[in-house]
C-alpha cells in the first residue's frame, strides 16, 4: 500500500518534476535548447515517468520480483531509443544527451526528498525499491539513447564520406582531363610550332635584307619562348599526375650550383655580377637531378629579369636537420613590374610563373618548402631542404613526417 501511495504522490507532483528538469536543464548552454518548443523540450520524458510509475505500480501488485529486470515491459527500449533519435533532430551533442538523463534523475530524486521531507514518510524497503526503479531505468534510458544517437551520428557520417568520396572522384577525373587535354594541346602546338621554327630556319639560312633579318630575329626568338613554355607546361604537367620518383644519393651542392650556373654566366654580356657563396664542402642527402632542376628554373627567372645587377646564389646549413638555398636578384624598374611571381594561384610573365610552380612541386617532392620575397628591386627565393632522409622500405619512397619544415621558411639575406 506504501507503494501504491508513493505512486500517487509522484504523479500528482510530477509538473514539480518537469519543472525542476527544465530549471536545471537551463542552467547548460546548449545551441539546440532555444530552438526547442515546451513540448519538444519535454519530448518523451511524461512517457519514461509513465514507465516509473508502471514499474512501481507492478512491484506494489507483486506482478514482477524486486530483484528482476526486463522483460518486464517489452516496450521499454523503443520508448527510451525514441529519446535519443528526438535529440539527434533536434541539434543536441551527445554529452548533452546524457546530462538530459542526469538532470531527470536529479528532478526526480529532488521531488522524492520534498515528499519525504514534507508530506509523508516511507519505510526502507519501498524507498529502496523506488530509488532502485529510478536508477535502473535511467541507467537503461542512458543506453537505448546513445545507442540510437550513436547509429544516427555513424549513419550521417557514413553519407557525408560517401559524397566526399563521389566528389573526390569527381575531382580527380577532372583533374585527368585537364591533364590530358594540356598534353594533347602541347603535343599538337609542339608539332605546329616546330614546322614555323623550321620554315624561320630556312629564311636565316637564305640570308634575307636587312628588315627581313630583324623580322626573322623577333620571330625566332618569339618561338623559342613559346616552345619553352610547352615545355614548362608538360614538365609541371607531368609533376602533377603523379608523386615524382625521387632518386637520394650524397651530393656536394657548390659543384651542382657552379654546373647550373655555368650557362647563364657564359651568356652574360658583363652587365650581370654573379655571387656564388656558400661552404664548398656541404654534403647533403638529396636527388641531384631535381635539385639541378630547381636551380635552372631559378636562374632562368633570375636571369630574365636582371639585365643588370646582381644574382647572388648562397647555400648554407640551418641546423642538424635543414638547409637552405636562396636565389637573390637586383631588377631595374622596367624589369620589377614583369617579375615572377608565385602565391597560391601562379601568376606569371612569359611563363615564368610557370617556371616557379615547377621549383615549389619538385620542393614538395623533396619535402622542402619554398617561400618567395619581392621588395623594391629585389627578388628572393629560399628553399628549405632536409639534409638527409629516413628510408622506406619501398626504394624512391620518402617518408614525410620525420622532419618538420616550416610551412613558409623565414627569408634572410
Known amino acids: 500500500m506504501q507503494l501504491k501511495r508513493l505512486v500517487e504522490r509522484l504523479r500528482s507532483h510530477r509538473p514539480d518534476i518537469l519543472k525542476e528538469w527544465e530549471n536545471r536543464s537551463e542552467q547548460e548552454k546548449n545551441p539546440g535548447r532555444p530552438l526547442l518548443t515546451r513540448r519538444q523540450f519535454y519530448d518523451h520524458i511524461p512517457a519514461f515517468l509513465d514507465l516509473v510509475e508502471q514499474r512501481l505500480h507492478d512491484y506494489a501488485e507483486k506482478k514482477v520480483e524486486r530483484r528482476t529486470h526486463a522483460p518486464w ?14 535529440r539527434w533532430h533536434q541539434g543536441y551533442h551527445l554529452g548533452s544527451l546524457v546530462r538530459d ?16 521531507r514534507h508530506e509523508e514518510t516511507f519505510d526502507g524497503e519501498v524507498l529502496r525499491v523506488t530509488y532502485g526503479v529510478i536508477s535502473e531505468l535511467i541507467s537503461t534510458g542512458v543506453g537505448e539513447s546513445v545507442n540510437q544517437f550513436e547509429k544516427l551520428r555513424q549513419g550521417e557520417a557514413q553519407s557525408r564520406l560517401g559524397d566526399l568520396e563521389q566528389h573526390m572522384s569527381l575531382l580527380d577525373r577532372v583533374g585527368r582531363y585537364q591533364r590530358e587535354s594540356l598534353l594533347e594541346f602541347a603535343h599538337d602546338l609542339s608539332g605546329n610550332l616546330s614546322i614555323l621554327t623550321r620554315v624561320t630556319n630556312r629564311l636565316k639560312a637564305i ?66 655580377e654573379f655571387d656564388l657563396r656558400g661552404p664548398p664542402d656541404l654534403t647533403v642527402e ?37 638547409w637552405r638555398l636562396t636565389v637573390h636578384n637586383h631588377f631595374p624598374d622596367a624589369a620589377e613590374a614583369e617579375a615572377p611571381s608565385v602565391d597560391g594561384e601562379v601568376e606569371s610573365h612569359e611563363g615564368d610563373g610557370l617556371g616557379l610552380a615547377i621549383v615549389r612541386r619538385l620542393s614538395e617532392a623533396l619535402r622542402g618548402q619554398m617561400a618567395v620575397r619581392r621588395e623594391d628591386h629585389h627578388m628572393s627565393v629560399q628553399i628549405v631542404l632536409p639534409r638527409g632522409y629516413p628510408r622506406h ?21
Not at 542526469?102 to 521531488?111: D, I, K, P, T
Not at 614548362?232 to 650524397?250: F, K, N
Not at 636571369?303 to 635543414?322: A, M, N
Request: glycine content about 6%; overall charge negative.
Open 393 to 413: 622500405e619501398q626504394e624512391g619512397v620518402l617518408v614525410e613526417g620525420e622532419h618538420e619544415i616550416p610551412r613558409e621558411p623565414a627569408l634572410t639575406e
Open 207 to 272: 640570308g634575307p635584307d636587312e628588315q627581313n633579318g630583324r623580322l626573322t630575329e623577333v620571330l625566332s626568338l618569339g618561338l623559342e619562348t613559346a616552345l619553352r613554355l610547352l615545355d614548362e607546361v608538360r614538365e609541371l604537367t607531368s609533376l602533377e599526375a603523379e608523386e615524382p620518383e625521387i632518386s637520394l644519393e650524397d651530393t656536394t651542392i657548390e659543384p651542382l650550383v657552379c654546373q647550373a650556373a655555368e650557362p647563364f654566366m657564359t651568356l652574360n654580356e658583363g652587365k650581370i
Open 101 to 116: 538523463w542526469h538532470h531527470l534523475r536529479g528532478a526526480v530524486f529532488h521531488v522524492l526528498d520534498y515528499i519525504l
Open 73 to 86: 515491459m517489452p516496450e521499454l527500449p523503443e520508448k527510451l531509443r525514441e529519446h535519443g533519435r528526438q
Open 286 to 322: 638529396t636527388d641531384p637531378l631535381k635539385l639541378g632542376r630547381i636551380l635552372q628554373n631559378l636562374l632562368h627567372n633570375a636571369f630574365k629579369f636582371t639585365p643588370r645587377g646582381q644574382i647572388r646564389i648562397e647555400w648554407k646549413v640551418v641546423d642538424d636537420d635543414l
